[in-house]
């Protein structure tokens, strides 16, 4: 039976993402852990995250082994990254006073307030509230196994004050607009990764994850 690690780093929406994943493959298929070992061993790997990235890539660094065991595995077989674990992807973010990342992907994560139309609607006094939570919509940029029966600006659910800008357009798989445009997906190769969350997403976000645990790893 293939087997479905979900990494604990200290994340609020671990036990949420747990329960989706067992509710489409059952209990005895996933686990929730930080142990170098069954990382490197998972037939499927979920990088969840919500909180601060400061905290998540520190918890990474300082488990001995776990920020090799998740580098190697990133390399070989299906990936899921979750809102931090598409923020830990890129070069750096500016949340924490400044955080780098694992540079995988090519891009940097900015904060919502930096950006000209959320300075613009400060300044107007928009409703332009930070952080982005609740439901939007997602635009398809490129087609990919993890988007079959999935319509194209299909709502997900987000929670985040901070946003992907990506150097590579070649990396978007999915994007959407709050004052700014941003990336919502991304990925290469073996990695699919999402800034909403679809352990919240309903049915298109359960949909999402049983794509993933039936993919390839191929784009």
């Given at each position: ?37 069954e990382i490197q061993s998972a037939d499927y790997l979920i990088l969840p995250g919500q909180g ?80 982005h939570m609740g439901w939007n919509r997602v635009r398809q940029k490129a087609e990919h196994p ?74």
């Open positions: 039976m293939a087997r479905t690690v979900i990494v604990d780093l200290g994340t609020g929406n671990l036990h949420s993402v747990y329960k989706a994943v067992a509710y489409i493959s059952g209990e005895s298929s996933v686990c929730i852990t930080s142990r170098p070992s601060a990235i400061g905290a998540w890539i520190n918890q990474m660094e300082n488990n001995p082994g776990l920020k090799e065991a998740i580098t190697r595995r990133l390399d070989a077989g299906p990936v899921l990254g979750v809102c931090l674990g598409l923020q830990a992807l890129y070069h750096s973010s500016e949340e924490n006073g400044g955080v780098t990342g694992l540079g995988i992907l090519a891009g940097h994560v900015k904060h919502f307030s930096g950006h000209p139309a959320h300075r613009e609607a400060a300044e107007g006094k928009d409703t332009l509230k930070i952080p993890l988007w079959h029966g999935i319509n194209d600006e299909e709502r997900f659910y987000f929670v985040h004050s901070y946003y992907v800008e990506s150097g590579n357009a070649g990396q978007v798989y999915g994007e959407c607009r709050y004052g700014n445009r941003f990336t919502a997906v991304a990925g290469h190769g073996n990695l699919f990764a999402t800034q909403f969350h679809p352990e919240k997403s309903q049915q298109a976000g359960l949909r999402l994850i049983r794509n993933f645990l039936s993919w390839n790893g191929k784009p």
